[in-house]
């Protein structure tokens, strides 16, 4: 995360130095320096009481874009680049490495400016908005809001092509689409803002950041329930591994081993979320089977495979009640299934099996595969992944057979007992500034965020 | 759900007031810019009214709706025009969009809860009156460009508008579930103090920039709000999956036949309503579920489980190692610290042989130990009253050392008050989420 690539750096110190002199140049043209200034302090204040964490780049309010669009308006392109400039003094927490503060200003300070002079060029007035200049400016403001947009999307999405090397097309895409209608609606929101900063008073305008900042801190709240729930959730499935020490850690293997296969068929982000958990709880039902039955080593008397063939029933009457898992619960009860029927509890066949227990079959069977049992050792991942193709079409569906193979050739697998090891199997790493780093000790799978994609939603 | 007339005076207030608001501008009549307005928003209440989120605590949301009412409360111009809705008009406009709203959402197979929507009709009502009180000198309709001074008036206005949802509210929660009133303030200031900042700023906003923008003001409004609704939707709907999944693997220990059957959920109802008769704070309550309904996961480290599973047949030192061990695995998920604390010292008697109480044992413990020792006890004939009675009588032969006195008789407040209802205790409300 640290090396960045020299082209990187170059990029990052050639926007910095090009931001500098624009800088330098606006100054003199800086009018109405009491309003920029409040709306520095603004902007400074608003970023740092902000809890920076992970968040969804969908719902993150960004606050500096509405704040920059008001400056505009207020103040001026000149002032609007200070502005936008001044929120990376914010992020004093959370520490960001100083590159990624450095180029963050940088960018805000050139979309901001940028904006600023395509609203002054298209005729629009500054600190004056009287109710008669009303449909016209929010003709002006919408084109200074898409320039604002496609400049932060650009600089950002070249930082992305620079430091990852991927095909541009498809970082262009990564790189978050500030043009898009959300923030189209924010700019109008900035409007609203400098129409109250200049027509009522300044105070009365920063009411209009209460929501902004309240579903902020309500959107970190969730973050941090969702993770307070995938602790608890791997806690509690651990507490029940404990009865059989060779199961340690599978329950959450196979969740990342689902998760593997979701994404390399591109289900959508739901599906995959609800995966990981379907695979992280897929053996619950264990709880019901005495621990001597799952640790015999010899043939199983009739009773003691009932027990065992019982545990999908038991797994699903104990979820049953969680709603968001409703979808999943499928993949719990039918993932002993086979697809030429001969599988339990009800010896479906094919695609009548649901589409979750086939993937969760697959994990499963390649987990236990490369894990020691107690009446055999663990299995290579050559071979494991020999057996899948061999048992595709009897056992597995092949097309969840083929994503597994092809996921497990791209991003490796963790095995039994190597808790923070690293990959053991030969991949294409993708090896960027987001990933590599943080993957194999993320708790439960390796998360795809890229970092610079998370530059400007963080901001 | 049914509940008499008389016991619902916020729903008869709020709408009656709104009826008395309909009557009165049908027989004034209104002006047409007044009735073009009050069409636009009544509009929006209705539509907000239809996209009502559920809070954490079984508690009705509609931002949108609300945030539409204030607005049009505190409305003084639209555009150049002054247009000022009388007091009576407000509630008229709101208490009809809401009952289109809720009738819907029946057609719909939805329960709405109309004391909620009484109670924002009268708390917007309550606003409305106040701000109308002081700008009473200053001709509304004619006001100048110059709308600044307005601003205290109307922060006024929504913070009278709050005092009052805020108090019916509690009132409301407090007659129903039990709750000592001050708790009921203190919890219902913490749930909604966030989004009702975020409704009466947007309020606020909407009077003022309906006189700069127009009509534009309120689209433009209610996007922020709009995602502020789906933010706290996300969250709640995260908590409620929480409590569901940890309900759901509390059953671990009994799948596992470590204990009977139910026992914990069983034991956890019983304990959060010996806890919110005691006064606990919502927060509390939710340690002291999650604790109640963990608080023999210690058991899963036990080689073979103890017969029938009651914690009450083995030694106080067995006990506590099972408590420690569930401790440990509650405390590995590094986010249920207090759970953890709380499930920990669950064995620990109230206090010892010629020593004080002891002050740090936290009173969620004592609560769980009493809760499960009584159903362990009642689990021989749980539907026999004597049995119950017997049960009872055992915990206050064992109250001042085993049990906490002030615990053992809200204990058996409870216990009584469920047996006249013939409500089981497992059905106490907050269980989930009725579907959107």
Not at chain 1, 51 to 76: K, R
Request: include cysteine; hydrophobic fraction near 50%.
């Amino acid at each position: 995360m640290t090396e960045l690539p020299r082209a990187a750096r170059a990029y990052v110190c050639s926007v910095a130095v090009v931001c500098i002199a624009a800088i330098g140049f606006a100054i003199p043209h800086v009018h109405h320096v009491a309003d920029m200034l409040g709306l520095c302090a603004l902007i400074v204040l608003c970023v740092s009481v902000l809890t920076v964490s992970e968040t969804d780049s969908q719902f993150d309010v960004n606050l500096g874009f509405v704040l920059g669009i008001t400056a505009i308006l207020v103040t001026g392109a000149a002032g609007a680049m200070l502005v936008a400039g001044s929120s990376a003094l914010g992020y004093v927490r959370g520490g960001r490495p100083p590159v990624k503060r450095i180029f963050n200003a940088a960018q805000c300070a050139l979309s901001g400016g940028a904006s600023g002079l395509v609203y002054g060029a298209l005729g629009g007035q500054v600190h004056t908005l009287q109710p008669g200049d009303f449909p016209r400016v929010i003709f002006v403001l919408s084109c200074a809001v898409v320039v604002y947009g496609l400049v932060n999307h650009i600089l950002v999405w070249a930082v992305i092509c620079f430091s990852q090397g991927l095909s541009l097309r498809r970082q262009w895409r990564e790189a978050v689409p500030l043009t898009s209608s959300p923030y189209l609606a924010y700019g109008f929101l900035g409007l609203l803002m400098a129409a109250l900063w200049v027509n009522v008073n300044p105070v009365t305008a920063t009411l209009l950041l209460i929501p902004l900042l309240v579903t902020r801190t309500t959107f970190a709240n969730y973050v941090e329930q969702q993770q307070a729930y995938d602790a608890t959730v791997a806690a509690l499935i651990q507490a029940v591994e404990t009865k059989d020490q060779y199961t340690r850690g599978h329950s959450e293997r196979v969740a990342g081993g689902s998760v593997l296969i979701a994404e390399q068929l591109g289900l959508r982000q739901e599906k995959v979320k609800a995966l990981r958990y379907a695979g992280m709880l897929h053996d619950v039902g264990k709880m019901g089977v005495p621990t001597k039955v799952l640790q015999k080593h010899g043939r199983l008397t009739g009773a003691e495979a009932d027990a065992i063939r019982a545990h999908p029933a038991r797994g699903l009457e104990m979820l049953g009640d969680i709603e968001f898992l409703q979808e999943a619960l499928g993949g719990i009860y039918h993932h002993h299934e086979r697809m030429d029927g001969k599988g339990y509890p009800l010896g479906l066949k094919g695609m009548e099996i649901p589409e979750f227990a086939r993937v969760i079959m697959v994990a499963d069977a390649f987990d236990s595969m490369t894990s020691n049992r107690s009446y055999r050792p663990a299995m290579s991942i050559e071979n494991a992944i020999d057996e899948l193709v061999a048992c595709s079409g009897l056992q597995f569906d092949p097309v969840m057979v083929d994503a597994m193979v092809t996921a497990l050739r791209i991003r490796g697998w963790r095995v039994q007992g190597a808790e923070k090891a690293r990959l053991p199997y030969p991949k294409v790493s993708l090896s960027g500034i987001g990933d590599g780093g943080s993957s194999p000790a993320s708790p439960v799978l390796p998360r795809q965020v890229s970092a610079y994609s998370s530059v400007e939603t963080d901001s | 759900m049914t509940r008499r007339v008389r016991e619902r005076p916020l729903v008869w207030a709020g709408f009656g007031l709104a009826l008395i608001g309909l009557v009165a501008m049908a027989v004034q009549g209104a002006s047409y810019d007044q009735l073009r307005v009050a069409s636009v928003f009544g509009a929006l209440i209705f539509v907000g009214e239809l996209a009502r989120v559920s809070l954490p605590g079984e508690r009705e949301v509609s931002p949108i709706s609300m945030a539409a009412a204030l607005g049009y409360a505190l409305l003084f111009a639209m555009g150049a025009a002054g247009v000022s809705p009388p007091v009576l008009l407000v509630a008229g406009v709101q208490g009809s969009a809401v009952a289109m709203a809720a009738l819907l959402h029946g057609l719909a197979g939805r329960l709405t809860n109309l004391d909620v929507l009484g109670r924002q009709i009268l708390a917007v009502a309550a606003g409305a009156t106040t701000f109308h009180a002081f700008t009473a000198r200053i001709q509304l309709g004619k006001l100048p460009a110059k709308s600044g001074a307005l601003v205290p008036i109307m922060v006024a206005a929504v913070l009278v508008a709050a005092l009052v949802d805020l108090l019916s509210a509690a009132a409301d929660r407090s007659l129903h579930l039990g709750t000592p009133v001050l708790a009921a303030i203190r919890d219902e200031a913490r749930a909604v103090a966030g989004l009702g900042a975020a409704v009466a700023a947007t309020g606020i906003l909407i009077a003022l920039a309906s006189n700069l923008m127009g009509w534009w003001a309120l689209p433009v409004l209610i996007l922020p709000l709009l995602t502020t609704q789906f933010s706290f939707r996300r969250y709640a709907q995260i908590r409620s999956t929480y409590r569901q999944t940890i309900r759901a693997l509390s059953k671990i220990t009994e799948v596992g036949g470590y204990v009977h059957d139910g026992h914990s959920i069983r034991v956890s109802a019983l304990a959060v309503s010996t806890g919110r008769e005691v006064g606990l704070t919502e927060t509390e309550l939710l340690d002291l579920e999650y604790a109640a309904l963990m608080h023999d996961i210690g058991q899963l480290s036990l080689a073979e489980p103890i017969p029938r599973g009651s914690t009450l047949t083995v030694t106080p030192a067995e006990r506590k190692r099972i408590a420690s061990m569930g401790a440990e695995i509650i405390r590995s998920s590094g986010t249920l610290d207090r759970v953890a604390v709380i499930v920990e010292r669950q064995s620990d008697p109230y206090r010892r042989n010629r020593r004080p109480a002891d002050d740090t044992l936290p009173v969620a413990s004592r609560i769980i130990k009493a809760a499960s020792a009584y159903d362990d006890l009642v689990s021989v004939a749980p539907e026999d009253p004597r049995c119950r009675a017997d049960a009872v009588e055992r915990l206050r032969l064992g109250m001042a050392y085993e049990y906490d006195p002030r615990v053992v008789e809200a204990l058996a407040r409870v216990v009584s008050r469920t047996a006249s209802s013939g409500v089981p205790i497992a059905a106490l409300p907050s269980s989930g989420r009725r579907p959107l």
